[in-house]
């Protein structure tokens, strides 16, 4: 079965420039997680889905940053305009929803914004 | 206040030694969880462990071994004989009950570096 699916792996962009970073979930998994990974700040929830619909987007750093989840196998964060700030690895996870179950991860896109 | 605080940021120990990584909780909940993952160089969260919190045993899991203790609020993880493989960054994280439960709190991670 395969995981939780990321695209691209790794992003080099230009400051100003749109960044989208793309997830697929495990089939079935009800709740969807994006999360920010940098030395400074460590592992941050950014926002997270539950039947496509965002229940908690309190972690979205500022109006840059968007996600949807348009249905049950797709998510996009988006990053407009992309600042040098943004450079981070940014996880995707998954998981059914039951209580106390552990989250899957993705594989993680390394962004990097010059 | 932080929910999940690894005070250890990084750990060098020679191979074959045990390490013991520190973590410890806070919340208000009776009903929670708490988990361990392990992020090897190359990257990727690999999940280890969860409890919860009306399970106080500690458990064994060949090297790893895990003990949970109410009473002072930590889920504390010793590797013994530790291998070079061990070398990676380990968080500790916490979900609440309620209707949250679905959100994770993660520590800082404590990288851990095993020389040969």
């Known amino acids: 079965d395969a995981g939780v699916i990321q695209s691209p792996r790794h992003e080099v962009t230009e400051m100003g420039q749109e960044v989208t970073l793309r997830c697929k979930p495990i089939s079935g998994h009800d709740y969807l997680f994006w999360y920010r990974q940098t030395m400074m700040r460590g592992l941050e929830l950014l926002i997270y889905?539950?039947?496509?619909?965002?229940?908690?987007d309190s972690g979205m750093p500022e109006d840059r940053f968007s996600a949807k989840m348009p249905n049950a196998s797709f998510s996009t964060l988006k990053i407009q305009p992309s600042e040098p700030r943004d450079s981070a690895v940014y996880f995707c996870?998954?998981?059914?929803?039951?209580?106390?179950?552990?989250?899957?991860f993705g594989p993680g896109t390394r962004l990097t914004v010059l | 206040a932080q929910k999940v605080t690894q005070a250890q940021t990084e750990i060098s120990v020679v191979e074959k030694e045990d390490v013991t990584l520190d973590c410890v909780y806070e919340t208000r909940d009776t009903t929670y969880y708490l988990f361990w993952y392990k992020q090897p160089p190359s990257g990727e969260l690999v999940f280890l462990i969860r409890?919860?919190?009306?399970?106080?045993q500690n458990e064994i899991s060949g090297r790893y071994s895990w003990n949970f203790q109410k009473s002072t609020s930590s889920f504390n993880f010793t590797i013994t004989a530790s291998q070079v493989v061990d070398s990676a960054v380990y968080f500790c994280?916490?979900?609440?009950?309620?209707?949250?439960?679905?959100?994770?709190?993660f520590g800082s991670g404590t990288k851990l570096n095993v020389k040969p």
């Open positions: 996870a998954s998981t059914l929803g039951l209580a106390g179950e552990e989250q899957f």
């Open positions: 889905f539950n039947n496509n619909v965002p229940i908690d």
């Open positions: 409890r919860n919190s009306f399970d106080e």
């Open positions: 994280a916490l979900s609440e009950g309620g209707n949250n439960f679905n959100k994770f709190y």
